[in-house]
């Protein structure tokens, strides 16, 4: 009795009672409790249990798969409207785009020198729409709303899906296995490959593009001008005289970027024989192959650029020269670009129709200054895409690593 009254009551809540129980425990009931406490917070972590639990939510499929597929998607969406608004319709703006001139508000006024010669008054050149990605953004959004810099994406998507119903057929055939073809893919370094190789590909690209010409040039007519209510497909112009207009310019790109392509490589690969050697066997002794296969890579498309992009400007304003006169465009544009407007005039079915620029007054009109422009908005618009593209990457592999990361143990 004595070491019962030494230790306290200890009374059980009163939904654990039963009528008729005492609600006064024994000390070996109070001690077994005690103990049982004491065991409970006194117990260690088991950190295996916590990596395992750990691990077990990060591969929780319904979580994460989620999250990733929808990064995978923003990351897709992103990356086609940064490419489309950057290298389609940003790039078109910038070709077509005419420079103003601002002259002095008031009279034109002399002024007598010492040598007796008359001074001019300074002429300045305003800034140009297009000189600056961001202007160009806002120019677009206030020119169309949130939609303006996807102006013109429902024609373009049309044309994208067309062009692969054409080439479809193109590269079926090539792709069929004979003896020629097998020769000029497997020994692209031998002149009668290149040939065949370039003929291949050269008359592909032409094929395809001379079948879409009506669908690029309205696509060109709709990204240049004020909004409309009139759906893409009825601003088609006439499939023959667009052919003749824009036939010379893309029969010469398609050959050239297919001589660039197919021999700049092969000539510059003959020197580190990396036509006929096994991988990873050198000549010259460097020990990376793949540097070499990319630093090739990048003189050909340099080339490529250098070369083709003009041949491109030319096209788009002979393009861009065939909208109708009551258009009216969101940007300041000369449909003559200084030309002498003499196109047209000769007779013949592949002669180019009156009114428009002629392939050789467009190519005068890509000046040396011009193209500096648009490889500078080039360089700004490849490293805007490749912060967005590694932005997206980090997300990612970031996700990726996470779900396969598991805490140190000591």
């Not at 020198?113 to 008054?121: R, T």
């Not at 729409?129 to 169309?144: D, E, K, N, P, Q």
């Not at 759906?231 to 398609?254: D, E, Q, S, V």
């Not at 980090?394 to 996470?402: E, L, N, T, V």
Request: aromatic content about 10%.
């Amino acid at each position: 009795m004595d070491a019962q009254q030494d230790v306290p009551a200890v009374e059980l809540p009163s939904e654990t009672l039963v009528p008729g129980d005492s609600k006064v425990l024994s000390s070996e009931t109070v001690m077994n409790a005690t103990d049982t406490m004491t065991d409970d917070t006194e117990a260690p972590i088991d950190l295996d249990q916590l990596i395992d639990d750990w691990t077990h939510l990060r591969n929780l499929p319904s979580l994460f798969s989620v999250l990733r597929f929808f990064t995978s998607m923003a990351h897709y969406m992103t990356d086609l409207a940064v490419s489309y608004s950057f290298w389609s319709l940003i790039y078109t703006l910038a070709v077509l785009e005419a420079p103003q001139v601002v002259m002095p508000a008031q009279a034109p006024w002399t002024s007598k020198k010492d040598d007796g010669d008359e001074s001019q008054p300074p002429v300045k050149q305003e800034r140009q729409i297009t000189s600056s990605i961001r202007t160009t953004v806002r120019h677009l959004y206030r020119v169309g709303g949130v939609l303006g810099p996807f102006r013109g994406l429902a024609c373009k998507f049309c044309q994208w899906f067309a062009m692969m119903f054409v080439a479809l057929p193109i590269g079926l055939f090539y792709s069929f296995p004979t003896p020629a073809r097998q020769e000029a893919f497997e020994a692209p370094q031998t002149l009668i490959g290149l040939f065949k190789t370039i003929l291949m590909f050269g008359l592909g690209d032409f094929v395809v593009k001379v079948c879409l010409i009506s669908w690029s040039t309205a696509w060109v007519h709709i990204v240049i001008t004020q909004p409309t209510l009139r759906i893409w497909y009825r601003r088609l112009p006439p499939f023959l005289p667009t052919l003749r207009a824009t036939w010379r310019p893309i029969a010469l790109h398609g050959l050239v970027q297919s001589v660039i392509l197919a021999a700049v490589p092969a000539l510059l690969k003959h020197p580190f024989d990396l036509n006929n050697s096994e991988p990873g066997a050198l000549r010259a002794g460097i020990t990376s192959e793949h540097v070499i296969r990319t630093l090739i890579w990048l003189v050909t498309r340099s080339i490529s650029f250098t070369v083709c992009v003009p041949l491109d400007m030319a096209l788009t304003r002979i393009q861009a020269s065939m909208l109708p006169e009551e258009e009216e465009t969101i940007i300041p544009f000369d449909r003559s670009f200084n030309s002498n407007g003499t196109n047209g005039l000769k007779p013949g079915l592949l002669a180019e129709p009156r009114g428009t620029l002629s392939f050789r007054e467009a190519w005068q009109s890509v000046s040396w200054s011009e193209f500096r422009r648009i490889v500078v908005l080039c360089i700004k618009m490849l490293v805007a895409q490749a912060v967005v593209n590694g932005a997206f990457s980090i997300i990612i592999g970031g996700d990726a690593w996470s779900n396969s990361w598991k805490p140190w143990v000591s």
